[in-house]
């Protein structure tokens, strides 16, 4: 149970494009996503956490209307990086939290498998 | 603020032979401690978690941890390592009443060797 499911997978594209990553729960009802970044050989870097029907809250530093974040429903989160640049190239991850039911306690969080974003 | 670090960014150990990973956090306040395994262009695998309770944690693939609160640790072990245990592990911690967010340790570059 309490799977994530990310996609794309991968994707390229051209600089000054914009892509759109998805994260869907499957069996569960996320009422907060977590995004994070992560280099190559480097530790995740959170990004901002959504929570289902109001603003996402950005890390100091991660610039909001770059990386715009939509959590309209309790099973889809997505991450738009706007006009893109090859420095936004990464390995992009959601995860969710998981509640002992409704209203409990967050006893643990599960992850997506992880969108690696190449602009060229 | 809390933070999480993996002393060993990387750890190469023989095949069937005993390994560790080290992680300490810092903390003022209760934490949950959790580990992951990350493998090549994949997301994180939950190995097992701290809440509350017993000290000494069993997760999956054979591995344990324990959590140590007077030496802030929470050390990864497992007896007997396989060629499939070859991946990233990363150390995580929440500190209660913190706003949820998982802090990571920098990790550890688990390698396998025949």
């Known amino acids: 149970g309490a799977v994530v499911s990310q996609h794309p997978s991968w994707v390229i594209c051209k600089s000054g494009t914009s892509v759109k990553i998805e994260c869907r729960s499957l069996?569960?009802?996320?009422?907060?996503m977590f995004w994070y970044r992560q280099f190559p050989k480097q530790s995740l870097m959170l990004m901002a956490t959504s929570n289902e029907g109001s603003k996402a809250t950005y890390e100091q530093g991660v610039e909001k209307d770059k990386f715009l974040i939509n959590h309209a429903s309790l099973t889809l989160s997505t991450l738009t990086v706007t006009s893109a640049h090859p420095e936004d190239s990464s390995f992009y991850i959601c995860?969710?939290?998981?509640?002992?039911?409704?209203?409990?306690?967050?006893?643990?969080?599960?992850f997506g498998s992880g969108t690696r974003l190449t602009v060229v | 603020a809390q933070s999480v670090t993996q002393l060993d960014s990387q750890v190469p150990v023989f095949e069937e032979a005993p390994v560790e990973l080290r992680c300490n956090y810092s903390?003022?306040?209760?934490?949950?401690l959790f580990w992951y395994v990350q493998y090549p262009n994949q997301g994180l695998q939950l190995l097992l978690k701290?809440?509350?309770?017993?000290?000494l944690v069993k997760g999956i693939n054979g591995f344990e941890a324990e959590f140590n609160k007077s030496q802030t640790s929470f050390h990864l072990r497992k007896p007997s390592v396989h060629i499939s245990d070859t991946a990233e592990y990363f150390c995580a911690v929440r500190v209660t009443g913190g706003g949820n967010k998982l802090t990571f340790g920098t990790g550890t570059q688990l390698k396998v060797e025949l």
């Open positions: 995860s969710a939290s998981i509640r002992s039911g409704q209203g409990g306690g967050i006893y643990g969080y599960t």
């Open positions: 069996d569960f009802q996320a009422t907060t």
């Open positions: 701290y809440l509350s309770g017993s000290t």
């Open positions: 903390s003022s306040v209760s934490v949950y």
